[in-house]
């Protein structure tokens, strides 16, 4: 009796792994995010958008060595991290200086706890943070005046020499100064890049909200803690304090609360936590603003409060089930 093999199958085509995941929601923000884009290039010429798609490369590229290996795909939310760490930077901010801020940002930012969803403290915020105390100069002392008429910086690299200053709103209201409110709400005064057309951080923040793509709750609660809290210090401040209107419109604090506050990973789950987080976020950077050596206080109260996200809904959750069992 002849020994008779099995017919051997054909190997099955190995499937192959996507290379990048398309996440609608993470898609939606970056939509958002484009006025502000579009806005860096016009008041601070076309290098923001030669450092915006430089930054959104390197992240792309160490975001994709970690997942490779895994087999995992690269994620849009890194985009969007990309995009926020790059419209948070002061316009004259070197190009390598930008590039340790983002790979910071995605490896001991994001990587590190797993990946996309897993981890605790906002990925562009941390690499921002990181950069800001290692290159204290190059993120608070360096910046320039904007472009204005027509053409704007669409057909500039960048601003002349002549134009750097240290006269953001927040300096000028410390010296005793006013900033009208027209010109923070269109943008054409010195700040980061994307951080200073209020409108069109409205317009963004609006329309990420509305396709349901950041908490409404965190956004609505950030702006209510700023508020609140820049009131009382404008009543006991005096002229040293921009008025309630202008604390909400300066520096970064709007872009904050649309673009950072809302991040769903950082962020708390919970309705009532969110609440109080937002609320928490906006005060805390009112006050550090007004009391600590930090002229822009948003990054900090971010940071910090993304340290008690996940306690709180535990706390929100254990007492929900308390209310229950009575």
């Known amino acids: 009796m002849e020994d008779t093999a099995p017919a051997s199958k054909e190997a ?6 996507k290379r990048f995941l398309v996440q609608p929601m993470m898609v939606h923000v970056c939509y958002g995010l484009i006025p502000c884009l579009l806005a860096s ?17 390197l992240a792309l590229l160490t975001e994709g ?22 419209l948070s930077l002061p316009p004259t901010t070197p190009f390598w200086i930008a590039s340790v801020g983002i790979v910071f940002a995605v490896v001991f930012g994001k990587m590190v706890f797993g990946g996309f969803g897993f981890n605790p403290f906002n990925p562009a915020m941390a690499g921002r943070c990181f950069i800001y105390i290692a290159f204290p100069i190059s993120m608070t002392h360096i910046w320039t005046e904007p472009f204005s008429g027509r053409r704007g910086g669409f057909f500039q690299w960048a601003p002349p020499v002549d134009a750097l200053t240290e006269a953001t709103p927040l ?13 923070l709400f269109l943008g054409n005064i010195s700040g980061s890049l994307g951080e200073t057309a209020a409108w069109l951080i409205l317009l963004g923040g609006v329309y990420i909200i509305v396709k349901k793509s950041a908490p409404w709750r965190l956004a609505v609660s950030c702006l209510l803690g700023g508020f609140g809290t820049a009131t009382l210090l404008w009543f006991l401040g005096g002229f040293s304090v921009p008025d309630p209107i202008a604390s909400l419109l300066s520096a970064s604090f709007l872009f904050g609360t649309f673009f950072v506050v809302t991040e769903p990973v950082s962020g708390p789950k919970t ?5 109080i987080y937002g609320f928490m976020v906006g ?3 009112m006050l550090l603003r007004k ?19 996940s306690i709180m809904d535990m706390g929100i959750k254990e007492w929900k089930g308390k209310a229950r069992a009575e």
Not at 12 to 17: E, G, I, L, M, Y
Not at 292 to 308: D, H, K, P, R, T
């Open 12 to 17: 099955a085509p190995k499937k192959k792994t």
């Open 171 to 183: 300096k000028l209201y410390t010296l005793g100064e006013t900033v009208p409110w027209e010109r």
């Open 65 to 86: 060595a970690f997942t490779f290996r895994q087999g995992k795909p690269v994620t849009s939310a890194v985009l969007v991290t990309s995009l926020i760490f790059t």
């Open 41 to 57: 290039v016009y008041l601070f010429g076309l290098r923001a958008l030669i450092l915006a798609l430089w930054v959104a490369l």
């Open 291 to 309: 009391y600590s050596s930090f002229a822009e206080g948003f990054m900090f109260s971010v940071l910090f409060m993304n340290i008690f996200a």
């Open 271 to 275: 309705f009532p936590a969110q609440w």
């Open 283 to 285: 005060g805390l950077a």
